[in-house]
């Protein structure tokens, strides 16, 4: 039961930051807007929820003695991947932080970033939030009060992984994998290669009827020609 609560906030996790790096790259953009930054600042801190989600229940499982040896090395695996998902998050906190600094909205000399994407990114936010629709309180000085805040939070966030660190000591290479190194790839390549070979078997298939059908009519014709030929010669 908690093994299977652990992977369900480790996935929301990864996807509200996969949503948020999204956002990040739209900062400075024809996209760029009041509405972006207050996305960004809603979206980060549902991230930092989960986060803080993930590492209760991950840091009490682990050091929960009565857990088996199976349970621990899969507890160890989801720390693991929810470590990199905090380094990831924290190192776009860092670069939404930057953009926002040397693209302030506040600014209207600041030129924009040409990135050719144009667009309301409502979307992603609201993939992230899960909510169908997103109301925003504008104000005009978010970005000037957000970035105090976001490198507040990004402090936050350092802390808490050092924490982490404190409490709970898993070693990144000392946990094993479920997959052989590569097995991803592997698996496209052996699929495609079985779809190559039923290509190919197809083939070979089509090209052996062709064969008999050639043959066939081949000896129809000589055939033909044989009863021709005596025909004449009884004929003459």
């Known amino acids: 039961m908690v093994k299977e609560e652990c992977k369900a906030l480790l996935d929301a996790l990864n996807k509200v930051t996969a949503c948020y790096r999204q956002l990040v790259l739209t900062i400075g953009g024809t996209s760029d807007s009041q509405n972006l930054r207050e996305e960004l600042k809603k979206t980060r801190q549902k991230a930092q929820e989960l986060a803080v989600a993930n590492r209760n229940k991950l840091t009490a499982a682990l050091r929960?003695?009565?857990?088996?040896?199976?349970?621990?090395?899969?507890?160890?695996?989801?720390?693991?991947?929810?470590?990199?998902?905090?380094?990831?998050l924290e190192t776009d906190m860092k670069r939404a932080l930057?953009?926002?600094?040397?693209?302030?909205?506040?600014?209207p000399k600041k030129h924009l970033m040409q990135t050719g994407m144009s667009g309301g990114t409502s979307g992603v936010a609201a993939r992230a939030m899960s909510v169908q629709n997103m109301k925003y309180d504008a104000d005009h000085n978010i970005d000037v009060v957000d970035l105090k805040d976001l490198e507040n939070e990004i402090n936050q966030v350092g802390?808490?992984?050092?924490?982490?660190?404190?409490?709970?000591?898993?070693?990144?290479?000392?946990?094993?994998?479920?997959?052989?190194?590569?097995?991803?790839l592997n698996s496209a390549i052996s699929v495609a290669a079985s779809s190559i070979g039923m290509i190919e078997v197809?083939?070979?298939?089509?090209?052996?009827?062709?064969?008999?059908?050639?043959?066939?009519?081949?000896?129809?014709?000589?055939?033909?020609?044989?009863?021709?030929?005596?025909?004449?010669?009884?004929?003459?």
């Not at 090395?73 to 380094?87: D, I």
């Not at 926002?100 to 909205?105: D, I």
């Not at 059908?213 to 005596?230: H, M, N």
Request: hydrophobic share 45%; proline share 3%.
């Open 64 to 88: 929960d003695k009565t857990v088996s040896k199976e349970d621990r090395a899969e507890f160890e695996r989801l720390w693991v991947l929810f470590t990199s998902c905090m380094e990831i």
């Open 98 to 107: 930057e953009l926002g600094q040397e693209f302030p909205l506040n600014v």
């Open 159 to 184: 802390e808490m992984m050092y924490e982490m660190e404190m409490k709970v000591n898993v070693p990144q290479w000392t946990v094993e994998a479920k997959q052989d190194p590569g097995a991803e």
């Open 202 to 236: 197809e083939s070979k298939s089509y090209c052996n009827a062709r064969k008999a059908v050639a043959g066939s009519v081949f000896s129809a014709v000589l055939l033909i020609a044989v009863v021709l030929a005596v025909c004449v010669v009884k004929l003459s």
